[in-house]
């Protein structure tokens, strides 16, 4: 049981975190967000497999006021993307944004803030400050001479001063780097500073073989020291890739439920069967399934049944044909053709009871 840390509890729509809440998956659209019929439709498909809260980008005016038309035809928190102009952030939070992701040193002067906080405590409107490594501000940089941890505390420190100088404390802090170790760095750092809830994610983490490797270095870290509220694992892929990361990762770590869990060996030269476009088949079934169980995909008879005996449900292969068991009990044999039909059969039975 990994033990959370006990941030401030920050409401987002419908949707609560903090305080030890469920760690929350987030995506972004790669929509055109004033393409209101596209940005809307790949919302629809996010939510279908997880996603839990939506960020979109607001570049323009056009971009803030449609966001009341996407706003009224979806029920995922909605959370505008924001830089530079002050003015982008208040037509956003008119037009229904739930949330509001900004630096508030970098939209003009005092007074420009006082606009946006004045806005969001109207509304209960939290704002998230996203530090991200490449976009230190230049003494900050200059002071320490390379980006790393303090550099970006320090970035942080001065836009939470903006705001709780207001007397605004509805924050979300992240610290965004595509290098694994001063993202892991950084957010213990800032865990030992705030209790504001964190938002985890690691930038510009490359295509899905990359950003895999990169986003389970430094978030699973992150996780099992029980640090992070919201997370989104950044692909260079369609958004919906995100999502599926994300909850394989949270699932690794007991923190999400009703998601499949799936084991299968490496294969070797045991394997008797083609057993890898079953795994993928399977894997594609999993994902379309809303259940705690565990499924063992296993190339041989010799280990397979032993070494996933804790599987709900398996099979492991012989010559042209797999042995199906349950919690390591062999029950039957299945011909290779049948395997995968066999299989989903059993799955949906075990969920149905």
């Known amino acids: 049981m990994i033990n959370r840390e ?7 729509g419908n949707i609560t975190i903090g305080g030890q809440n469920k760690v ?27 996603c839990q809260i939506i960020r979109c980008s607001v570049l323009d005016l056009e971009d803030a006021h449609a966001l009341k038309t996407i706003k009224k035809n979806i029920s995922l928190p909605l959370v505008a993307d924001i830089h530079f102009d002050y003015k982008l952030a208040l037509a956003a939070i008119e037009a ?10 970098n939209i003009g002067g005092r007074e420009n803030v006082i606009k946006v906080v004045e806005k969001c405590k109207e509304k209960n409107i939290p704002i998230r400050i996203g530090i991200n490594s490449g976009s230190i501000e230049k003494s900050v940089l200059d002071k320490y001479g390379k980006n790393c941890p303090e550099a970006m505390i320090e970035s942080a420190q ?6 709780e100088e207001m007397d605004f404390h509805n924050i979300v802090l992240s610290f965004k780097s595509s290098d694994v170790r001063l993202t892991v760095e950084t957010f213990l750092l800032a865990a030992t500073i705030w209790d504001y809830p964190m938002h985890l994610g690691v930038t510009e983490a490359g295509t899905k073989n990359y950003s895999l490797i ?3 270095a430094a978030l699973g870290e992150l996780l099992r020291k029980g640090i992070g509220d919201t997370i989104r694992i950044s692909i260079s892929d369609n958004p919906i890739e995100e999502i599926k990361a994300c909850k394989k990762l949270l699932k690794a770590y007991g923190l999400i439920d009703n998601v499949p869990d799936l084991i299968g060996c490496p294969t070797c030269g045991r394997t008797m069967y083609d057993m890898l476009p079953i ?11 809303q259940a705690d169980i565990k499924v063992a995909v296993m190339g041989c008879v010799v280990n397979g049944p032993g070494e996933a005996r804790d599987a709900d449900i398996g099979v492991a292969g012989g010559i042209r044909e797999a042995l199906l068991f349950k919690k390591g009990q062999v029950i039957r044999k299945i011909p290779q053709e ?16």
């Open 24 to 50: 929350i998956i987030q995506s972004m659209c790669s929509t055109l967000t004033k393409d209101t019929a596209a940005t809307i439709n790949q919302i629809r498909q996010l939510e279908k497999v997880g």
């Open 214 to 216: 990169k986003s389970s």
């Open 279 to 289: 795994i993928q088949e399977v894997e594609d079934f999993l994902e379309t399934i």
């Open 158 to 163: 001065r836009h939470v001063d903006i705001l």
């Open 96 to 105: 229904g944004a739930d949330k509001i992701r900004l630096n508030p040193g």
């Open 338 to 353: 049948k395997i995968v039909e066999e299989l989903k059969k059993e799955i949906l039975e075990i969920i149905s009871q």
């Open 6 to 12: 006990s941030t401030r509890k920050v409401k987002i």
